[in-house]
């Protein structure tokens, strides 16, 4: 018998993000094409798979178990689609709140 995950609910949202890849310093730019609890697919980018990533954006809607608001997630490229879009899966998201920024404190509020 085969043993099927299924896939985590998505919701498609084109929101800004920014994002760099770990150890880097400066975040770059791009756009939200869908997320779910799981991970999330932006794009462009010219990530590889296999990119260990952190990523900033603000959810305008509750995404499964987490809520609305600034979210700051770490994760891993697992595929890149033929348009350049990069597929992440999430190890760890939180909460920022606005005064928050990661580590170095290099993000300008939105």
């Given at each position: ?21 770990a150890g880097e310093e400066r975040w770059l ?54 348009s350049g879009a990069a597929a992440v899966r ?21």
């Amino acid at each position: 018998m085969l043993n099927v995950t299924p896939r985590a609910w998505r919701v498609a949202l084109t929101v800004p993000i920014r994002y760099r890849t770990a150890g880097e310093e400066r975040w770059l730019e791009s756009r939200m094409l869908n997320v779910s609890e799981s991970g999330m697919l932006f794009g462009p980018t010219r990530l590889e798979p296999g990119a260990r990533l952190e990523v900033i954006f603000s959810a305008p809607v509750d995404i499964a178990p987490l809520g609305a608001g600034k979210v700051f997630c770490v994760g891993e490229t697992v595929r890149i689609t033929q348009s350049g879009a990069a597929a992440v899966r999430f190890e760890e998201c939180r909460f920022l709140l606005e005064t928050q920024a990661p580590r170095d404190g290099s993000l300008a509020p939105w």
